[in-house]
């Protein structure tokens, strides 16, 4: 019995390695010697007596120092302020914003791409029908080299002589020879900056910039001589004794400042402001076009109405209306304008840019001029009959010159008194064909 009760009692607990001298030692101890060597005495003791880590059964400090090496490094804390904002998905608003806009940009892109090819295409046709050439659908497509020799020549002054090409056009090495002849003629001849136009992007058409930047080389070369002879028919002629003047490029207005100078003295008689730039939006109410069709329609002055008044929906109503006047077809309106414009190139909310109102303005600055000289020409000739029918009336079978429609009606002598044509007429010594009644 007793050893069963010996065998009941509880262990001691374990003693530290440092005091463990065996059973016997151990139990002769007091109880609080034990409870000071067990960590659970008084204060002084627990203060004095701090406990040893405690190792897991079966491992060695070099297993354990292995452990730690083999385990995973634990990651470093996280900067919130920092990390949080650029792992954060964006705003699903924010990215629909992002993509209207670059869906907004590639449209702007492609409506500019169009309107400059309509009317680059539409100036280009313009000149080849005055060379009774073959028009063209596309300046990105149909622009060879045939097509560009033919605008020079139309284009250049007639003191400057092309030179030599193949008129056969028939492969591509003459062809590529054709356009480097080209080319060399304007960047030596008309003096034209052509910065990144090759021979081989011409020839190939692979890329639409170089070809309206081609196309708008044309047009400012253009402008430059229309610019010329505007000067020569407003300024008086120079003496025989005065010297020739020499081309400046740095003094008095270029080609763009004279054409809007043109545009400006011709609206002015009917009270509109003067344009100070090519933005189309001096011509969206539609009055800078009626004046300036006013010069060979005088019907289209009447549209201009208070310059005083304007409001959306007039000028609206009074552009739709010009431009229907200028897009009627030859029988009705007379004059064949041609001109690619549309209500939404001006009042849109991508309007055309400087360069295509440029080709346009351009193009109706060189309609009118044309249709100006056919008034004249159909004025003298009227005016011919009319003195051909007086002499008629009052010299039946006489015989006289009614001149080349360039003189002077009073210098048509036997014209006016009804005398017989003398043997030399008013036409002879000026290089003009006269006709004889």
Wanted: a negative charge; one cysteine or more.
């Amino acid at each position: 019995m007793m050893e069963e009760a010996a065998l009941s009692v509880p262990p001691a607990p374990a003693l530290p390695p440092s005091h463990a001298s065996g059973d016997v030692h151990s139990a002769s101890n007091s109880p609080r010697e034990v409870a000071s060597e067990s960590g659970i005495g008084t204060l002084d003791s627990a203060a004095t007596v701090q406990p040893e880590p405690v190792q897991q059964a079966g491992s060695t400090p070099n297993e354990e120092k292995r452990q730690e090496e083999a385990a995973p490094a634990s990651p470093a804390p996280v900067n919130a302020s920092h990390d949080t904002a650029t792992v954060e998905p964006p705003h699903p608003a924010a990215m629909f914003r992002a993509q209207l806009h670059r869906q907004s940009t590639v449209i702007r892109a492609k409506v500019r791409l169009d309107r400059q090819t309509r009317v680059f295409t539409a100036w280009v046709n313009q000149h080849l029908q005055a060379a009774e050439a073959r028009p063209i659908e596309s300046v990105l497509h149909d622009f060879n080299d045939l097509v560009l020799i033919q605008l020079l020549k139309q284009l250049s002054p007639s003191h400057l002589r092309f030179p030599e090409y193949n008129r056969s056009s028939r492969n591509q090495f003459a062809q590529r020879s054709n356009i480097e002849i080209a080319l060399e003629f304007m960047r030596s001849t008309l003096k034209l900056p052509l910065v990144n136009i090759n021979t081989e992007g011409v020839f190939r058409h692979t890329d639409p910039r170089m070809m309206l930047g081609l196309t708008w080389s044309l047009i400012r070369a253009f402008l430059a001589l229309e610019s010329l002879q505007y000067k020569q028919k407003t300024e008086p002629a120079p003496s025989e004794a005065a010297p020739p003047a020499t081309t400046n490029h740095h003094s008095g207005p270029s080609a763009e400042e004279e054409l809007l100078q043109w545009v400006n003295e011709t609206t002015h008689p009917h009270g509109l402001q003067p344009l100070s730039d090519f933005h189309a939006s001096g011509l969206a109410d539609g009055r800078v076009l009626c004046a300036l069709v006013a010069l060979v329609q005088e019907n289209a002055a009447d549209l201009i109405g208070d310059v005083e008044e304007s409001n959306e929906e007039g000028d609206a109503a009074r552009l739709d209306l010009i431009l229907s006047i200028m897009t009627r077809p030859v029988e009705e309106n007379g004059l064949d304008w041609s001109l690619p414009l549309q209500a939404s190139d001006l009042r849109g909310d991508e309007p055309m840019d400087d360069q295509c109102v440029i080709a346009v303005l351009s193009q109706m600055r060189c309609l009118i001029g044309d249709e100006i000289d056919r008034i004249h020409e159909r004025e003298r000739r009227e005016e011919a009959d009319e003195l051909v029918e007086a002499l008629r009336a009052h010299s039946p079978g006489s015989r006289a010159c009614l001149g080349s429609g360039d003189d002077d009606p009073s210098e048509r002598t036997g014209l006016l008194t009804g005398e017989p044509q003398p043997s030399a007429c008013c036409c002879m010594g000026k290089g003009k064909s006269c006709t004889v009644l």
